[in-house]
């Protein structure tokens, strides 16, 4: 795909990965529209693209809730035009072991509502937000790319069942969808990222961050715009779909 005048949402894009992928296609001349929960920070997502000259409008909508997603699609076919492609990047984390016990008296175990957030936002929405890109990418006749961010912690880790078991279905539909859109020229990969640094990582204690890349092979942190290269990479790759790129620095959980 060639990203000059492309149109490509991204959810979660006001903010840390999300915005640091929408100056990445921006700056190849994509138009943007960015899909988040808080206004404020659209507002000033938008802006500040506008200044690198990127264009860009900004849509609320909560990508766990149906008609949410339907009106913030159909708004934005309806303000600027047909949908080339997508980015599901919005996500959440509500860490937690599954049973916390001490001296064989559990002091605590993972919360329903706490798995049920992360499953809402990073595996429902994800499938809510594909389904709706996908479908008007057919219906306007667009050979267009979706690309879904997982994470390396699909693979386990630690603290996370919820994180873990919704980037891994991430990962799972990517496949599926990459292997059922092909007859309608649609392209759908995935990134997973390692540890990058973000608003996440920095409010981390000093020695828990020391800690944590030291366990990376590259001995440091992702650059968030090592993860927009990434998404680029798919994105104007045409052969490349139904396949999940991992940029951890060599770390894999």
Known sequence: ???????????????????????????????????????????????????????????????????????????????????????????????GLLVKAKDGKVERTLGLDEWQAVIDVNLTGVFLCGRAAAAAMVEDGRQGVIVNISSISRAGNMGQSNYAAAKAGVAALTVTWGKELARHGIRVAAVAPGFIETEMTASMREDMLDKLTRGVPLKRLGDPQEIAESVAFIFTNDYFTARVIEVDGGLRL
């Open 1 to 95: 795909m060639k990203l000059d005048d492309a149109l490509i949402a991204i959810t979660g894009g006001a903010r840390g990965l999300g915005f640091a992928m929408a100056r990445r296609l921006g700056s190849q001349g994509a138009r943007l529209a960015l899909i988040d929960t808080d206004g404020d920070q659209l507002d000033k997502a938008v802006s500040s693209l506008y200044e690198e000259g990127v264009t860009a409008q900004a849509f609320i909508a909560n990508v766990a809730d149906e008609a949410s997603v339907s009106q913030a699609f159909a708004d934005i076919r309806s303000s600027m035009g047909p949908l080339d492609g997508l980015v599901n990047n919005a996500g959440i984390l509500r860490d």
